[in-house]
């Protein structure tokens, strides 16, 4: 399923947010995660995450720091700061309203939906 | 495909994207880790280890997006930056690290310098102020020359050729019984700094005197250091007028604090800090002098052809006053110093161009002017009489209008394709031996030929 560019900027910050808040993590695991997520339907231009992880720092939602796990290659992980948490409180009280209201204009849609054609195109 | 093939595909695309000015070293670490985390899942998946790299590079998108993305999130890394290092823990950064603290070393010792012979009773505002004006290029040049021998690694020959020109300089600085208001002792003031930056050139070069791209070099520098100062020189006028003015207003008098310490010692340590900004910015920003010549060359050459043809209508001689000299002499100094720095920017193998002509037309109309002026001032020289003054100033005449006659000759030659533009290179370098000569002919002899007077 296409889901178009703007939709995917949208949603990176609170997703990429979300994942952190789980814990610290680093580029490549936060990308599998959201797309294990969306169950394979969101995909990201891997390369394009990082520049989004280095504004979320500049910013102070987010601190990153160098690290070496035993058995593994240096990588540079990600943790969520105090205020990346109220970001992302603040994103998911925007994010609510957003969907609730899209749910009821689908709603609205579907008891649209059944109005019979006019009687004019009817003989058609 | 092997592990090391592999390892060379990474390599490979590893250099490539270092390449890109907006990805930091540390940004390629963090996007090849990616890219091998990507790659191994893939392999374990099934895939053949040259298939996954593909499928990984595509995946990471385009260098370009990825590249415009970085730089819109880092947008400062488009402006070099200079006196920090942007990526720290590289071995160039230590070193400049290092570099920086020799250099508030140097900075710091000409600073103090200056206020040394307080100790011994030369008051700057009293009556040492002629003991300053003979001195003053003796407290920072040594400075300066001390921090290009430590960084150039010079060896101890050389150290000795510098400390003996610095002798030698402060001797005849201060031994000749000259009167306080003798045109020697300003002569001595004015050409002791040039001799002594000439000297400073030994240690710039490293010893190497003898090399034309060096001597070169010395002169690029010249020109880059020159306009760093001033720059240095209006971020501390801005200070000191802060400084006055904030002091003023609670009542103290911060005015001997500025004349007697900050201006002073703050000259003499922006010497040095100068002269570091330029080695520091080297290979990072354009050079400043050639951008200035490109802009002035064609409103010099404007303003002189102007003049010439103004002398020719109106038919008014050159009013030979006895300061004239120094005034066409300046303009000599102007015209040569837009020459050298067109040359110092110039791609030696470059064919001829519309600037050379205009360079040339330069040189030449004021080498026209010139002639005029001494035609005029022959006749009166002699009636004057042989003044230090009159003698330093004629002498500089000869010297530059020398060189420029020669170097429009070379151009000339360049111009028609006779001659390679090399040659011209070679006849500026080489003439820096007469300057050198000539100011310490003027240091050292002039006091003697002229009785002190």
Redesign the interface.
Known sequence: MYITKDLVAASATPLVLGILAEGEN???AI?KQVNELSGGELEW????L??LL??LE?LGHVVSA?QTPPGE????YYRITDQGLAELAEQRRQWATVVDALRGVWNAAQSVKPIPAPAWEAGR | MSVDELEGQIAEWRAYTHRRRELHNTDVEELEDHLRSRISELTEAGLRADEAFLIAVKRMGSLDELSREFAREHSERLWKQLVLPAEPDTPAATRSRRELIVMVLCAAAAALAVKAPALFGQDMAGDGDVFYARNASLFALPALSVYFAWQRRVSPRVIGVLALLFAVGAVAANAYPLDEDSQSLILSAIHLPLALWLVVGIAYVGGDWRSDRRRMDFIRFTGEWLIYFVLIGLGGGVLMAFTAGTFRAIGLNAEEFISQWLLPCGAAAAVVVAAWLVEAKQSVIENMAPVLTRVFTPLFAATLLAFLVAIIWTTNGIDVERDVLIIFDLLLVVVLGLLLYAISARDLTARPGLFDHVQLALVVSALIIDALVLLAITGRITEWGFSPNKTAALGENLILLTNLAWSAWLFLSFVRGRAPFARLEHWQTRYLVVYAAWAWTVVLAFPLIFNFT
């Open positions: 680093y580029g490549y990308l231009t891997d390369g394009l990082y520049p280095h504004r500049r160098w290659r240096r990588r540079k």
